[in-house]
């Protein structure tokens, strides 16, 4: 079972990257979307009051989805609540500010579009396909990697915040084999 266009943390694609990024805020948005399992949408209007409570990074955090209305929780990785927590130090951000505030003054935070083409920038940076990978992949990663360790696919189903099981199969591309192959490690 391979995830499907999923970033993989585990064979050196996350350090390679990592060396390459060198703003703390990139540092920021790419470890608190693996961690989050948001969708661009949700992810790039976050306040900082979301992730921080008097200067200390949560260790979890709760968003409701723009596109379900729906609560989903999440939790955030030492790595991921140091780098947040460098980015709002170097930028001063208060509570009452986005995490990712836009460069244009017109807009109040980063936009889906300009989220979406730094993370084609760190793709075609490290030699992949930027139409095969995206921000969508940063969204599935994490998800990918728990239903591969654990087979569980209630807990992905809750940490990504599907209403539908259903939803959640055709997410991460489970197929029959995949589900066979679940099945004959199980012994009774």
Not at 22 to 41: E, G
Not at 102 to 121: M, N
Request: with cysteine; glycine share 6%; net charge positive.
């Amino acid at each position: 079972m391979r995830p499907r266009n999923s970033f993989d943390r585990s064979v050196g694609w996350r350090k390679a990257t990592i060396r390459q990024l060198s703003a703390v805020r990139d540092l920021a948005l790419f470890n608190l979307p693996i961690d989050s399992k948001l969708r661009a949408c949700d992810l790039v209007a976050i306040s900082v009051a979301d992730v921080s409570i008097s200067g200390r990074v949560r260790e979890r955090a709760i968003i409701i989805q723009r596109k379900t209305g729906r609560p989903v929780q999440f939790e955030l990785t030492d790595q991921t609540r140091e780098a947040v927590a460098g980015w709002i130090g170097s930028r001063r951000l208060g509570e009452r500010d986005y995490l990712f505030p836009s460069r244009v003054h017109t807009k109040p935070h980063l936009s889906t579009r300009q989220y979406g083409r730094i993370v084609e920038r760190w793709v075609s940076s490290i030699g992949l396909d930027p139409k095969r990978y995206g921000t969508h992949s940063m969204r599935r990663t994490k998800a990918a990697h728990i239903y591969k360790k654990t087979g569980n696919l209630r807990a992905v189903q809750l940490l990504l915040g599907h209403k539908k099981l259903e939803s959640t199969v055709q997410y991460l591309g489970i197929e029959v084999d995949d589900a066979l192959a679940i099945s004959e490690q199980v012994e009774l």
